[in-house]
């Protein structure tokens, strides 16, 4: 079985502008989950998506949104880029939203804002 | 909120040898589970080891074995003969039973293996 893809693979952006980030689940696997990878804050959840529902959001500002289509490919958009976004940003899949899944992590896109 | 705590920011281990990571965490519940998660230089988030807390008997996984004390909170990790593909960053990782798939992370340790 295919893993977990992310792309692009890396990005750079400016100040202002908006990004989309794309990620294809194990297939199979209808929940996604979204993480941000930064040197000060470390792993943050973003949120989570099963079947097309956000499911569980975390402390990040409205800038910050995703979605899951009926494959269960996810995308997660950041409006009005500011510098702090610059991170590596990480997708997960796993079967369904139970806490006896194992959940598989992608490579990552690395976001550059300039 | 649950939080994880990493103490180590960075370990070294002789090739061959053992090393434990240091976790704990703090949680109301009574019920969740517990992982540890590897990520080497290419970023890719390898799960390492899970834990259900309901459980008593710690988990392993070949030269991966955990210590999990409930009652103290604390999760740690053995890697026993040490390989040079064992140098990366090792994340402690929280699953509530209530949230679904979020996990919370430790702020990690860096692993170094010498040769």
């Known amino acids: 079985k295919a893993g977990v893809t992310q792309t692009p693979r890396y990005l750079i952006k400016t100040r202002g502008q908006q990004v989309t980030l794309s990620c294809s689940p194990i297939?199979?696997?209808?929940?996604v989950s979204w993480y941000q990878q930064t040197p000060g804050q470390g792993l943050q959840f973003l949120f989570e998506?099963?079947?097309?529902?956000?499911?569980n959001k975390g402390n990040f500002p409205g800038r910050f949104s995703g979605r899951q289509f009926s494959n269960s490919r996810s995308e997660m958009n950041v409006s009005t880029l500011e510098l702090g976004d610059s991170a590596l940003y990480l997708c997960?899949?796993?079967?369904?939203?139970?806490?006896?899944?194992?959940?598989?992590f992608g490579p990552g896109t690395r976001l550059t804002v300039l | 909120a649950q939080t994880v705590t990493q103490s180590q920011p960075e370990m070294s281990v002789q090739e061959a040898e053992t090393v434990t990571l240091s976790c704990t965490y703090d949680?109301?519940?009574?019920?969740?589970?517990l992982f540890w998660y590897k990520q080497p230089p290419s970023r890719q988030m390898i799960l390492v080891i899970r834990?259900?807390?309901?459980?008593?008997q710690n988990a392993t996984e070949n030269r991966f074995s955990v210590n999990f004390q409930k009652a103290a909170k604390s999760f740690s990790l053995k890697i026993s003969d040490s390989q040079l593909g064992d140098a990366a960053m090792y994340f402690c990782?929280?699953?509530?039973?209530?949230?679904?798939?979020?996990?919370?992370f430790g702020a990690g340790t860096i692993l170094r293996v010498k040769s």
């Open positions: 997960a899949s796993s079967l369904a939203s139970v806490s006896t899944d194992t959940q598989y």
């Open positions: 297939s199979g696997h209808r929940s």
């Open positions: 998506y099963f079947s097309e529902t956000q499911r």
């Open positions: 949680t109301s519940e009574s019920d969740y589970y």
């Open positions: 834990q259900e807390a309901y459980k008593q």
């Open positions: 990782a929280y699953r509530s039973l209530e949230y679904g798939n979020k996990l919370v």
